[in-house]
């Protein structure tokens, strides 16, 4: 792999608080990488470290093999784009995307042509001469990418570029970018706190907590195998079981089978329950159960197995009824202690 930038033991403080800590990361050149994480875990942080706007407490960043630990912005040609799009109101579309150009000095004939084609890529080469202002949310985010990526950056850093638009735009723009990253084969680090986002839209998932790196790797292999607790609960896994040798196992909702108390084993998981409560929800149902682990621990149990999974005899079941909660092998993850 080679890496468009890289950080080696980075630290950020800000008085007592330490937002990122020794971080070793490599960025893939020609890749998507995201930086996944909850509020406050240092994801911005890290994103205005390589951007160039702090520097770090301790440790390097590397560039393109250079180091760059304190070069400043305007020397790391750097595409960024910020939660808030913030265009400039008084220009036109292809103003906009031009600005760069035009700070670069790039002549007039020359800097519309380049304009107009990366308007193209974002499929607004029809708006140039509007004003931000007559602009839908997500025109406006599509022309802050066109404008980040009209300089020709080495690296396109988006902190949350999505999060203002609304949900089904959001999805349509994650296709978009993913499309213009492999048509432009740019190096993109995304931001972001949302779990499915960062793994429709990777090819490298870096899952963060409390200014540490928890895991990286492709979203399937994070998604299939997380590195631990932390990381399964935040894509979603529940069912966290303590094993006699004090190991965990999780099972995602979906694949919590609710059998009768007497059905036939599986191989996996066969765990007596007590039914806590049961909520329909037409495709599935979401139901609450009570247990022991085999460390003598009281567990709460979720199962949201789909209607047509035959195996699940959910649908019949009341608060109070015993059950057992199975799960087949091939579902279930082990976790270190
Ligand atoms: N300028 C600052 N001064 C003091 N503390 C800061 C500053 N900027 C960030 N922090 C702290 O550093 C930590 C990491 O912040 P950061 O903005 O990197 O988090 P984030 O992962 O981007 O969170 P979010 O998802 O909410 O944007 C937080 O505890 C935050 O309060
Ligand atoms: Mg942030």
């Known amino acids: 792999m080679t890496s468009a930038a890289e950080f ?6 800000y008085g007592d608080t330490v ?3 020794n971080l070793n990361l490599q960025i893939a050149e020609g890749k998507l990488t995201t930086l996944l994480g909850p509020s406050g875990c240092g994801k911005t942080t890290t994103l205005r470290m390589l951007a160039g706007y702090i520097t770090p407490s301790a440790g390097t960043i590397t560039i393109n093999g250079a180091d760059a630990t304190r070069l400043p912005p305007e020397k790391r040609n750097l595409g960024m784009v910020f939660q808030s799009y913030a265009l400039f109101p008084h220009l036109t579309v292809a103003e906009n995307v031009g600005f760069g150009l035009k700070l670069r000095k790039v002549p007039a004939a020359q800097r519309r042509t380049q304009v107009l084609a990366n308007l193209d890529l974002v499929g607004l080469a029809h708006l140039a001469d509007r004003k931000p202002k007559a602009l839908s949310g997500g025109q406006q985010q599509r022309v802050a990418l066109a404008r980040a990526i009209a300089i020709s950056p080495s690296l396109l850093l988006l902190d949350e570029p999505l999060s203002n638009l609304d949900a089904r735009l959001r999805v349509q723009m994650r296709s978009e970018i993913r499309r213009i990253q492999s048509e432009t084969g740019l190096t993109v ?7 499915e986002e960062a793994l429709e839209m990777s090819d490298v998932m870096v899952v963060m907590r409390a200014g540490k790196v928890m895991q990286t790797g492709a979203p399937a292999t994070v998604f299939s195998a997380p590195a631990n607790r932390f990381v399964a ?4 896994y529940e069912n966290f079981l303590t094993q006699p040798d004090g190991t965990l196992l999780t099972v995602r909702p979906e694949h919590l089978l609710v059998g009768r108390p007497d059905a036939a084993p599986v191989g996996g998981l066969n765990l007596p329950a007590r039914v806590v409560d049961s909520v329909y929800r037409g495709v599935d149902n979401i139901v609450t159960l009570r247990a022991t682990d085999a460390a003598g621990g009281d567990v709460h149990l979720i199962s949201t197995t789909r209607r047509d999974t035959l195996t699940s005899d959910r649908d019949g079941v ?3 009824d015993l059950v057992l909660a199975q ?6 993850v082990h976790l270190a202690a």
């Open 318 to 320: 009341r608060p109070g």
């Open 233 to 236: 609960d935040f894509l979603g």
């Open 8 to 13: 080696t033991g980075v630290t950020q403080s």
């Open 189 to 195: 680090v995304l931001v972001t706190h949302d779990q």
């Open 19 to 21: 937002a990122v800590e």
């Open 327 to 332: 799960a087949r092998d091939h579902e279930i």
